[in-house]
């Protein structure tokens, strides 16, 4: 059976965790193909909050696998918290499973994401602090230790010493802080994480090419999203990874031609947390109002975000670079309230119209916003369930996007909750 992609279209935190929730209902295996536990995933069910970091959002379902790929950097400590969270929430983490490739978010690697950080200052880049991007640096550096090395403890010594050996002097000298001591290290993650983490260390590409040979529905989760993507996002204020669905291959150890469905998750608004551009951006009260009423807080780190219209000149982008072939469109009752309500279709920069995203990042920090105003609905959108019920103007708004995209919306999320969506448009 071919595989599905589900992605972000902007700066992350659209509500990808519901829709793979949802998704994963059809599902036998979703697999996690990048980032760290920088993921941040809110799943509302039955009335209970869970926030998964690094655990598929699939591991709701019992009938799922969830797969932690290799393009994924894991802090083994973080990840038996979150297993251990799961199990005192009644959820079985035991059919979880992580790529022994992947490679391990270590204590040296936060220090480093915390200096650097420190040391970038007002260039800063707003990173979570959790040592993925050292870890993804060193695993580009071909100095990381991967989840395999917990299972050889000579390996796991004899990488962590080479290691270390240039991190302590780089910590100590240039950054004032105090070195890792290396035996205690590995002495903690070799009984600690090894001995714990072992029935769950596995050939996951194997894995999921048993599931997709034998007809297995396999859904390929993204965290972060587009424009957060190391590549095609707006550097420096990215992620370390490829959100994006080529990333998923990657990340995951398919090829193209097993994927046939790319979903595109937009938000029917813009926000992004921490510095970089951002066009549409909104700093008066329209754009509290949408922080208000969209709850937009990180779900890790508390940072509120930064809000604006929505965006199609990225939507377009993003159809590009994912080959997006349909839309999830994610709190249309957020703009519930609103009216009338703008949509920006292209840029103004120094005087001319741009219809698709300019590659120069200084285009974009100057890039103007041209608008166009459809009326709002001003009804409560929360109880809608088919799209018969939608008021004509959130249906009219909805078909602007998907003529501003050029594909069509197949879910929209109405609430928070884990039944509070419609299918506009049959899946293609
Ligand atoms: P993700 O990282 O892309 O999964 O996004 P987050 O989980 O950080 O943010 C999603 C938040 O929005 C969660 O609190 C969801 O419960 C909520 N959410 C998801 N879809 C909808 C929706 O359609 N309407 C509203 N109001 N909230 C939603």
Redesign the pocket.
Known sequence: MPATVVV?TQW?????????DLLARDMDMVVRYQGGHN??????VEGRTFKLQLVP?GVLSPHVTPIIGNGVVVDPLVLIAEMDQLAAGGIDCGRLRVSGNAHLILPYHQALDVVTERHLGRNKLGTTKRGIGPAYADKAARVGLRVQDLLDPKIFREKLGVVLHEKNPLLAKVYNRLPFDPEAMAQQYLEECGPRLAPHIADTVGLIHDALDTGGNVLLEG?Q?TFLDLDHGTYPFVTSSNPVAGGACVGAGIGPRHIDRVIG?TKAYVTRVGSGPFPCELTDEIGDHLVD???EY??NTKRRRRCGWLDTVMLRHAVRVNSLSDLAI?????LDDLDPIRVCVAYDIDGERHHSLPYHQSDIHRAVPVYEDLPGWRTDL?GVSDRSELPRQADDYLRFIEEQAGVPASL??????RD??LTYRPAP
């Open positions: 972000g992350g935190d659209e509500g990808k965790g519901k829709f793979t993921a941040g995933h809110t799943l509302v959002s965290a999203a998750v009423v969209g709850h990180g779900t994610t709190k249309l009752d957020v929360t929209v999320g109405v609430g928070p909750g509070q969506f």
